[in-house]
């Protein structure tokens, strides 16, 4: 009997990949059941049905991530004025931003609706999912229709909220001949937010981020505001600001304002002296033509 050990047994090449791929199949193993996975929105093949699935792993009440980008645009601008001169606007609030926190997965050559509404999205209860949304307040504050907002899922995993808001402005400039008015509302986010939340302006291919209805119901960047007693011309600028009170309590905002020019009255006037101007002309015609149609008929009977 020998007083040495024996050596144990030198492994072969073919052992070792063995012994390898077997430690990383236990790996794999055990991330896959012990490790939350993805959260997932899956689309029908005809399109129409989204279901969300391991929708356990997303947190709806923190942003997507440390750098969260929320484009900002108003449309549907609607204004008046009222009697203590203050600026009532109507309009909606889209604000567009990307969670990769979850992915969409669709069958090959699915149809249907390029966006879904998120409320319509079902989860594995078969309740409607819940995401994160941006909280933004105004200055002044604002109110909401709960009914109308909406937020849609894009195929490409763009989100959009359109928020209908109506909103209060009083007048903060006005000059001593009263021609000129000026109104200001911020938005920003909500106190909860401001880590990694960050707020811009949206201009969609070139276009100003605030759109207005006039009175031809066009879209544009200028909108006139009728009054009882005087007309007004509206533009809006957009723009960078600050709120907070304190250094180390501010933060970024966004602000828009709404300039009000008046509508010269002398133009008024004139408008409507050319329009009666007009009337008057066209009338003169009517009777010119029948006093000339009457003698015409008098002059054939006499020949009879």
Known sequence: MSAFPTPPPKWSENDIKINVLKVVLVTFIVLHYFRPMQPEVRISSDGVTWNATHWAGYNASSPPNNSTQVSISMIQVEANITKGKELSLNFVL?????????????????????????????????????????????HPTHEGEKTRDETRLWKGGKLIRFQPLSII????????????????????????????????????????????????HEIGAV?????????????????????????????????????????????????LNTIIFAALLSLSLCVLFINNFNFSRVSWIIKM
């Open 169 to 216: 402005l009083p007048s903060w400039s006005d000059n001593e001949d009263g021609v000129e008015l000026d109104y200001m509302v911020k938005l920003c986010p909500t106190l909860e937010l401001l880590d990694g939340v960050v707020l811009d302006w949206n201009a969609p291919n070139g276009r100003a981020p605030i759109s207005m209805i006039n009175e031809d």
């Open 94 to 138: 889209v604000q567009e931003w990307d969670d990769p926190r979850f992915v969409i997965r669709s069958k090959s050559g699915a149809r249907g609706p390029t966006s879904m509404n998120i409320e319509e999205i079902k989860g594995p209860d078969g309740d409607s999912v819940t995401i994160w949304k941006p909280s933004i307040r105004t």
């Open 223 to 271: 909108m006139q505001v009728k009054a009882k007693k005087q007309n007004w011309r509206m533009s809006v600028k957009t723009g960078q600001c600050e709120t907070g009170d304190s250094a180390l309590k501010k933060r970024s905002c966004l602000a828009a304002r709404f300039k009000l020019s008046e509508i010269p009255l002398r133009n008024r006037r004139t408008e």
